[in-house]
């Protein structure tokens, strides 16, 4: 439950959590829990500190995978697909100095599928390395969108105030207080090798939203707003 649908959604979360470990545990099901590289000790965003809580509730036995930002049609990689679709200004904080880690969508599912056959347990990380400057990122998903969006440099406390504000008068933005939070904090995490697990090489950043965009244009998949264009730039409606 996403704090700005409740105030309360960090109990709420946590006490769910709780009751679904426990069912598992009563039930001999393993637990294989997808956190976040937002989880850690200093985290101030709820969804940070929401994961961070859940793998607290873990044991030696269970699993928790830290994705970076997953690369796919949908989640928080969609919602900037589309903002940039959209044409509209994109906001960097801080001059988008902030590291960045991706994973395409198969690579986490093939890894997801090597770990859970190897049986492994503990903290494992899954992203590319090096990072990848939040603004080197944006530069390159509008390249290949065929967009030209301007890239508002906005210092993080007038990012903050706008999204709090944002969220008060329910005007829709494309992030809220706290996404400016998790960028705030982003951190470089180490990805876990361990030739046990037989993991695949997580492909970076450009690969990605490249592979995400042959995809999409082979499914003929859309953004969900009224006119667009497709991935070759060419004008349709949706």
Same mark, same amino acid.
């Given at each position: 439950?996403?704090?700005?649908? #409740?105030?309360?959604?960090?109990? +709420?979360?946590?006490?769910? &959590? #709780?009751?679904?470990?426990? &069912?598992?545990?009563?039930?001999?099901?393993?637990?294989?829990?997808?956190?976040?590289? &937002?989880?850690?000790?200093?985290?101030?965003?709820?969804?940070?500190?929401? =994961?961070? &809580?859940?793998? !607290?509730?873990?044991?030696?036995?269970?699993?928790?995978?830290?994705?970076?930002?997953?690369?796919?049609?949908?989640?928080?990689?969609?919602?900037?697909?589309?903002? +940039? =679709?959209? !044409? =509209?200004?994109?906001? *960097?904080v801080?001059?988008? #100095?902030?590291?960045?880690?991706t994973?395409?969508?198969?690579?986490?599912? /093939?890894?997801?599928?090597?770990? +859970?056959?190897?049986?492994? /347990?503990?903290?494992?990380?899954?992203?590319?390395?090096?990072?990848?400057?939040?603004?080197?990122?944006?530069?390159? @998903?509008?390249?290949? @969108? !065929?967009?030209?969006? %301007?890239?508002?440099?906005?210092?993080?406390?007038? $990012? @903050?105030?706008?999204?709090?504000?944002?969220?008060? *008068?329910? +005007?829709?933005?494309?992030?809220?207080?706290?996404?400016?939070? !998790?960028l *705030?904090?982003?951190?470089?995490? /180490?990805?876990?090798?361990?030739?046990?697990? %037989? $993991?695949?090489?997580? %492909?970076?950043?450009?690969?990605?939203?490249?592979?995400?965009? %042959?995809?999409?244009?082979? *499914?003929s998949?859309?953004?969900?707003?009224?006119r667009?264009?497709?991935?070759?730039? /060419?004008?349709?409606?949706?």
């Amino acid at each position: 439950v996403p704090s700005s649908v #409740r105030p309360d959604s960090y109990d +709420v979360n946590g006490a769910g &959590a #709780r009751v679904l470990i426990d &069912a598992a545990r009563a039930a001999g099901v393993r637990i294989v829990f997808i956190s976040s590289l &937002a989880a850690h000790a200093e985290a101030r965003s709820n969804y940070g500190r929401h =994961k961070l &809580a859940v793998e !607290g509730l873990l044991n030696e036995h269970d699993l928790a995978i830290r994705p970076g930002l997953i690369v796919g049609s949908g989640g928080i990689f969609g919602r900037l697909a589309a903002h +940039v =679709k959209s !044409g =509209k200004p994109v906001p *960097l904080v801080d001059h988008g #100095r902030q590291p960045l880690q991706t994973i395409y969508i198969d690579d986490l599912l /093939t890894s997801l599928s090597a770990l +859970v056959r190897a049986d492994a /347990t503990g903290r494992i990380v899954l992203a590319e390395e090096p990072a990848v400057p939040y603004r080197l990122f944006f530069e390159t @998903l509008c390249a290949r @969108l !065929g967009c030209h969006n %301007r890239l508002l440099d906005v210092p993080s406390w007038l $990012l @903050l105030a706008v999204a709090t504000w944002a969220h008060v *008068l329910h +005007v829709p933005l494309p992030i809220d207080r706290d996404n400016v939070l !998790g960028l *705030l904090e982003m951190r470089f995490m /180490t990805p876990t090798t361990d030739e046990r697990y %037989r $993991l695949p090489t997580v %492909r970076r950043y450009a690969a990605s939203i490249e592979e995400f965009c %042959r995809a999409a244009a082979s *499914l003929s998949e859309v953004f969900p707003f009224t006119r667009t264009q497709d991935m070759n730039g /060419t004008a349709s409606e949706t």
